[in-house]
């Protein structure tokens, strides 16, 4: 099993930036590390990925805009998210995937508003 802790989430205006951290209780690279959203009303979905290869996916409203990285000495994967809109407004989770194996963090809220 593996634990995931978010940070970095807040209030932002549009157009600013912001690094989400996700910081695994064990190794990241044995895991499909990916970042969700849910946004009030809406179904979760999936923002970025990486695999334990080091491929990366991202949404196409993100693409160009964020950027998802890692540090494996520090068991962390992070979400750069620049040029923020207000439709990015939503709470963000980690995610680790192993085969059928599936932790989630416990959130964090990013707002883009003015």
């Known amino acids: 099993q593996v634990q995931l802790v978010e940070s970095g989430g807040g209030l932002v205006q549009p157009g600013g930036s912001l690094r989400l951290s996700c910081e695994a209780s064990?190794?990241?690279?044995?895991?499909?590390m990916g970042w969700y959203r849910q946004a009030p009303g809406k179904q979760r979905e999936l923002v970025a990925a990486i695999t334990s290869g080091g491929r990366t996916n991202y949404a196409d409203s993100v693409k160009g805009r964020f950027t998802l990285s890692r540090d494996g000495a520090k068991n962390t994967v992070y979400l750069q998210m620049n040029s923020l809109k207000p439709e990015d407004t939503a709470v963000y989770y980690c995610?680790?995937?192993?085969?059928?194996?599936?932790?989630w963090g416990q959130g964090t809220q990013v707002t883009v508003s003015s």
């Open positions: 995610n680790a995937k192993l085969d059928g194996y599936n932790a």
């Open positions: 064990r190794s990241i690279f044995i895991y499909t």
